[in-house]
C-alpha cells in the first residue's frame, strides 16, 4: 500500500474552491479536503496522512478512516513541513512515501534527498479529480447533507402537529 504525506494547507490552497472558503470558514474548508479525499480512498488501495500547521499549539490526531486516512496537526512552535520530515525520518523505509506539497524547493528537495518521491499540490488535485461540486471544494455534498436534514426536521415537526 502506498503511503502519501500531505502537506495540507499547500493542498487547500492549490484547490481554487478550497482556497475561496479558507477566508471565510477555515474548519469548513480542512473538512472539505478531508471529504474530497475520503472519496478519492474509495478507488485508490493508498494510505493518506494529511498534516496541518499546529491548531492551539496542540498536537491532534483524527483517525479519519482507521489504517488509510489520518489527519494530524503540528505542536507549537512545529511546522506541518517540519512534522512531515520527522514522520519520514522515523520511517523505516522512507522510499515507500510520497509527499505532496507546493513548498517543492523547501520540503521537496530535503524529501527527495531521502529517496522519497515529491508531487506537486495541483498535480495530486488534477490525479484526483474534481469535488463533489464539479469544482474542487465538496460544498454541494455539504449543502444536500444540510437539505436532508431541514427536510426531516420538518417532516418530524409536522408530524408532532397533527392532533392524535
Known amino acids: 500500500m502506498q503511503k502519501i504525506i500531505i502537506d495540507g494547507y499547500n493542498l487547500l490552497h492549490a484547490d481554487p474552491e478550497l482556497k475561496r472558503t479558507v477566508r471565510a470558514d477555515l474548519r469548513g474548508a480542512r473538512r472539505g479536503l ?34 488509510r486516512l489520518q489527519v494530524l496537526y503540528s505542536a507549537a512552535g512545529q511546522s506541518a513541513d517540519e512534522l512531515i520530515l520527522h514522520i519520514l525520518e522515523e520511517a523505516r523505509n522512507p522510499r515507500e512515501y510520497m509527499v505532496v506539497t507546493s513548498d517543492v524547493a523547501d520540503i521537496g528537495r530535503v524529501a527527495s534527498s531521502m529517496g522519497v518521491k ?31 436534514y431541514w427536510l426531516g426536521r420538518f417532516d418530524r415537526d409536522r408530524d408532532n402537529d397533527k392532533e392524535p
Open 34 to 67: 478531508v471529504r474530497r479525499l475520503k472519496g478519492y480512498l474509495e478507488s485508490k488501495n493508498v494510505r493518506l496522512t494529511v498534516v496541518f500547521d499546529g491548531r492551539g499549539g496542540l498536537t491532534d490526531v483524527n483517525v479519519e478512516i482507521p489504517g
Open 118 to 148: 515529491v508531487l506537486p499540490s495541483t498535480d495530486f488535485l488534477s490525479r484526483i479529480g474534481p469535488g463533489p461540486s464539479g469544482g474542487a471544494g465538496g460544498r454541494a455534498s455539504e449543502d444536500a447533507d444540510d437539505v436532508e
